[in-house]
């Protein structure tokens, strides 16, 4: 795990969450920065970790692939995060 103070850790996850609020980075994006700046972690590392193959992982935070739900569940929990859906106001 990479040595962050807790304050340093919260600080880089509402980046993160607020980075993917606003459409500024992809999922693929978001879940490469929580296992290098959280886990400082390789690929390999993160994908055994969260026992995933190093393929998949490497695909998603490409872009290359629409993984299931249950596997983008799977690497952003270690964040604290999952997928979810909500209402969005359009403006007519």
């Known amino acids: ?10 600080e880089a996850l509402a980046k993160i969450e607020e980075n ?3 459409n500024v980075i992809s999922l693929g994006e978001a879940i490469k ?6 886990y400082g972690m390789t690929q390999t590392q993160y994908a055994k970790f969260i026992k995933i193959s190093d393929k998949t992982l490497r695909d998603v ?3 290359n692939t629409d993984p299931r739900l249950s596997v983008l569940n ?3 929990a270690p964040g604290g ?3 979810s859906a909500h209402r969005v106001q359009r403006i007519v």
Request: overall charge positive; hydrophobic content about 45%; aromatic content about 4%.
């Open 81 to 83: 995060f999952k997928v």
């Open 33 to 38: 920065q929580i296992r290098t700046n959280l």
């Open 20 to 22: 993917l609020a606003n």
């Open 61 to 63: 935070e490409k872009g």
């Open 1 to 10: 795990m990479a040595n962050l103070t807790a304050e340093q850790r919260k």
């Open 74 to 76: 799977k690497l952003l």
